[in-house]
């Protein structure tokens, strides 16, 4: 394949490297806003069961609610960690203002921290 490069736009080498985790947390926020969605309707979905089956439910949406707290909160990082992207400054350690390691960042998309400061 050919690849055609735009004299216009200069190439910016640190967002290329970034391109693949980028794709990476679209994934990633796509599966969690799907799995968010769901726990939505499983939560909201009025039953007819008796009251055995409507307490089994209640626990149900107790573990329901937790993961949805957490699939929320991995949806406030990775929407956080493309705004990064979109703003130069991802991969950025929070703390020490280091640079976080790419590996470390492929394995973690939206890690806001280097390993010394986690
Ligand atoms: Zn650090």
């Known amino acids: 394949m050919m690849r055609r490069t735009d004299p216009s736009q200069p190439v910016n080498t640190s967002m ?3 391109s693949q985790i980028k794709s990476q947390l679209e994934d990633q926020l796509r599966q969690r ?3 968010a969605e769901k726990i939505d309707s499983d939560l909201s979905t009025p039953g007819e069961q008796d ?3 409507r307490a089994t439910e ?3 949406s ?3 609610s937790s993961v949805g707290a957490m699939t929320v909160r991995e949806i406030e990082q ?3 960690a493309l705004r990064q992207i979109e703003e130069g400054s991802y991969g950025v350690c929070i703390h020490c203002g280091q640079p976080i390691p790419t590996p470390r960042l492929e394995a973690l ?3 806001t921290t280097c390993v010394r400061c986690q």
Do not use: G, T
């Open 16 to 18: 290329a490297d970034y």
């Open 33 to 35: 806003i799907e799995r």
């Open 51 to 53: 009251w055995q089956e």
């Open 58 to 60: 209640l626990e149900d």
């Open 62 to 64: 107790e573990v329901l």
């Open 78 to 80: 990775i929407k956080s």
């Open 109 to 111: 998309p939206f890690a």
